[in-house]
């Protein structure tokens, strides 16, 4: 009687232990399932910061710090955007009135002074923007990142204490873009880029963007300030800060006209 007790408490310990087993088993497949779940390919991860940084519709209030060779200048703007349609006017006294129209791949500047239109063409687009590291075809760009660039992931990192995927873009062949190819760190948790470089197709970096602050403003996380440095010029950054930022504002129908920025 006391062995068949034995025996019989020996199987009941074996079937816990293979019931035990069986149940880490399920979940250590269902642990690498999720993980596998979780892995985001390029061009996802690079879809999710659109749906945080693109833009279709706003109105803004910001300010650009421009820094050259230890002189300050500080020029403030509100702009309206509504798809590849955006209007941008200067308020800082001595810019006051100075006004910037894009419509798709056109740019036009009106100076108040002067009470002169000019068209931004040309060589013109590289320049900076009233002085600034950002150039006139920096504001043209207004496309999905998806649309321009073929992207590849090329790790996992830290970057200033926060994870990061580390990804690169190549210009897609047939459409018009400021950089050839540009290497972007994107916060892993709140999708949003953290900085950014900006190359030449001959390999020579042109830029380097680092952002400095990011708010979740109506249910977004979004880069509300940032700095750019034009790698090309000695001396030089540009801090661009939003103060103020709605994504889904009334514009008046006729903002967009060059009737207006007259």
């Known amino acids: 009687m006391m062995f068949a007790l034995m025996r019989n408490s020996e199987r009941s310990y074996q079937l816990k232990i293979l019931l035990i087993i069986s149940l880490l088993s399920i979940l250590l497949v269902g642990i690498t399932f999720l993980a596998a779940a979780q892995e985001l390919t390029a061009d ?11 833009v279709i ?13 230890g002189r300050t200048m500080v020029k403030t703007m509100r702009s309206w955007q509504d798809g590849e349609k955006a209007l941008v006017v200067f308020t800082n006294p001595r810019d006051r009135g100075t006004k910037f129209l894009k419509r798709g791949d056109n740019l036009w500047m009106f100076f108040p002074q002067a009470e002169d239109l000019v068209k931004i063409s040309g060589h013109m687009l590289e320049q900076g923007m009233m002085g600034s590291d950002f150039s006139y075809q920096d504001m043209l ?10 992207f590849k992931l090329l790790g996992e990192e830290k970057y200033k204490g926060r994870p990061v995927y580390k990804l690169e873009g190549i210009k897609v062949p047939g459409k018009e873009v400021s950089y050839y190819r540009r290497v972007v760190w994107i916060d892993k948790e709140r999708f949003v880029g953290l900085k950014e470089e900006l190359y030449a197709e001959s390999g020579r970096l042109l830029k380097e963007a680092v952002v400095l602050e990011v708010d979740k403003i109506e249910g977004r996380w979004y880069p509300v300030r940032m700095i750019m440095e034009n790698k090309l010029r000695k001396n030089t950054s540009t801090e661009f800060i939003i103060q103020k930022i709605n994504f889904n504002p009334e514009l008046p129908e006729d903002i967009f006209t060059l009737e207006r920025l007259r």
């Open 44 to 54: 996802e991860i690079i879809t999710r910061r659109d749906q945080n940084e693109y």
């Open 141 to 150: 760009e207004s496309d999905d990142l998806t649309e321009l660039y073929n």
């Open 57 to 69: 519709k706003a109105y803004s209030e910001s300010k650009m710090i421009i820094k050259n060779s």
